[in-house]
């Protein structure tokens, strides 16, 4: 009796995909780039206005470094991901009028370096499922201390107030975006948006009020700025709290300590008029 010819699918070999690392000597090599664009912002040949517009070009030129790196997940790379890099080259461009130490530009603009470097490692990861636990601490502390020099920049800077408030704003909705797109629990991006617009207009009208009654709050610009970070960080946790339903007690003491300070600042800097 004859044996029944053996099938050709005996032989095929299922394959399956092995993802492929990013080589991170690319990012620490953008991020070299990014840092030696940034110390042009110094460059006595630049004026003030041409130091923003190179402060645009870093972003233009980070953005593509970003999505090469970024690329190959599932999702694509969105705009929250481009966010910190465009808040530091709005700080690092302020820095660089405000603070004339050379060595200490030269520490900020390394610290914004190696910034760019962790962020889009996190981000990687966090595209890919593989983020792990103290990650999200790590990205919030980054987004704070960017944020937070934004808003020094901002206050200290001599502005025009109309544009003072558009720029306050700007950043605190593209801030809050980026919080609600990658920190914690993602939120859609139509929900992500409102909540953004939320919490802007909630720190820029704080910014307003404080301008607007300067005759009677004698304010510095670290304390504005600090002000204008707390009112930030406690609106935009209340919304993500809310959101993910995760309002504990601990979550409770630790706003109402930053509210505290908050209203400890103001109240403090009261003067009355003649004094």
Known sequence: MKTPPI?????????TAIPTERDR?????????????????????????????????????????LLGY???????????HYIPVAL?????????????????????TATFGAGFVLQARLDY??????????????QETILVLVVAGAYLVLVTIPFNIVLRLVWIFTITFLASYRSFRVNGLKIAPRRSFIFALFVAQVVTFLAWAITA????????????????????????????????????????LEYAAFAA???????????????
């Open 7 to 15: 099938s050709d699918d005996r032989y095929l070999r299922t394959t």
């Open 25 to 65: 000597a690319f990012l620490v090599f953008a991020g070299v780039v990014l840092v030696a664009i940034a110390l042009g912002f110094k460059s006595e040949l630049l004026g003030q206005g041409q130091v923003w517009a190179l402060a645009l070009g870093l972003v233009v030129v980070a953005s593509p470094a």
């Open 70 to 80: 970024l690329r190959g997940a599932e999702e694509f790379p969105r705009i929250e």
């Open 88 to 108: 530091g080259a709005v700080t690092l461009a302020g820095l660089s009028v405000l603070v004339p130490e050379l060595w200490k530009y030269l520490a900020f």
């Open 125 to 138: 990861l966090r595209l890919r499922d593989a983020e792990k636990r103290g990650h999200i601490l790590v």
């Open 213 to 252: 009654l300067s005759s009677w709050l004698l304010i510095a610009e670290g304390p504005f700025a600090v002000m204008l970070l707390f009112a930030w960080y406690i609106n935009r946790g209340l919304v993500r709290h809310t959101v993910e339903d995760t309002f504990t007690r601990n979550v409770i």
């Open 261 to 275: 300070v908050l209203i400890y600042l103001f109240v403090s800097s009261y003067r009355p008029p003649g004094q």
